[in-house]
């Protein structure tokens, strides 16, 4: 049979059992992750605590004009913060892909790593005020490549997450922030990151009120370069992402982070 999922154009079809997923249908109350994601003082509204990055290195260096030498990449189905994660930056005229923690540490941090607070997300209305982002909002730009990501709403009285990709396949790109900071203890340096969340569109509205930003590929160079600004922080079009409800089995960060079966549709029942 067919499995039917939504987008904002309409629907698609492939193999699977049949199902079909109306976000009009879904609980009015929304959840933002685990538990463990919802303290956060930096960020009031915390949100895209996991996502996926699963594309090879051929679509990278298609997409981002990349020339360093090729890198062997592990997909990975459940990335948390604070784990390390491909990032885009500019250096020395060049692009290049680099691992770095997700969740940023601005160079300034006097204190420890633990007592760092949830940076993994900076809200597009305060990133050029925040204290912990607007010096990498002026100086460090980056892309976080992506290939979907989760977020969590109740449902019959559990919270239930969907994955969001994008419609036509391929690599999403969303607007990010870097850092350097140096360990007082180790002396060792640290790059980190944030992405760049903002307003959701009406098709991510029905899960959650936020999203991450999404950059067209025509505004990669002045983005990362600087000369771009808030004007390129705003929802995603409506045709971008489509939607639909995966496994529990998500709820748990450390679970399968290389099992692709969390992405992998599911059948929910509405009250």
Not at 154 to 162: D, S
Not at 220 to 243: H, K
Request: charged share 25%; proline share 7%.
């Amino acid at each position: 049979m067919a499995f039917v999922y939504l987008t904002q154009t309409g629907t698609k079809a492939f193999e699977s059992r049949s199902l079909f997923f109306d976000c009009s249908r879904i609980s009015n109350s929304r959840s933002h992750g685990p538990s463990h994601f919802n303290q956060d003082h930096v960020n009031e509204r915390p949100m895209c605590g996991r996502f996926t990055q699963r594309y090879t290195w051929r679509e990278l260096v298609e997409l981002y004009r990349l020339t360093q030498p090729a890198r062997n990449l592990e997909p990975r189905y459940n990335v948390a913060p604070t784990t390390t994660i491909d990032v885009l930056r500019v250096r020395e005229g060049a692009r290049e892909l680099v691992p770095m923690r997700w969740g940023l540490v601005p160079g300034w941090w006097k204190k420890s790593l633990k007592e760092v607070p949830a940076t993994f997300n900076a809200r597009s209305d305060t990133v050029a005020e925040k204290p912990m982002f607007r010096d990498a909002f002026r100086r460090s730009r980056c892309i976080i490549p992506a290939s979907g990501y989760y977020e969590w709403k109740v449902v019959n009285g559990a919270k239930q997450p969907y994955y969001y990709s994008a419609a036509e396949s391929g690599v999403l790109s969303i607007a990010g922030l870097w850092d350097q900071w140096k360990d007082r203890a180790s002396g060792e340096p640290l790059l980190s990151c944030t992405m760049i969340v903002t307003g959701a569109n009406e098709l991510t509205d029905a899960v959650h009120d936020r999203m991450p930003v999404f950059l067209a590929e025509d505004n990669f160079a002045s983005w990362l370069d600087g000369s771009a600004g808030a004007e390129l922080l705003r929802p995603a079009p409506e045709n971008l992402l489509q939607v639909w409800p995966v496994s529990k089995r998500v709820n748990r960060s450390a679970d399968d982070n290389n099992d692709p079966a969390l992405i992998e549709p599911i059948d929910v029942t509405f009250a």
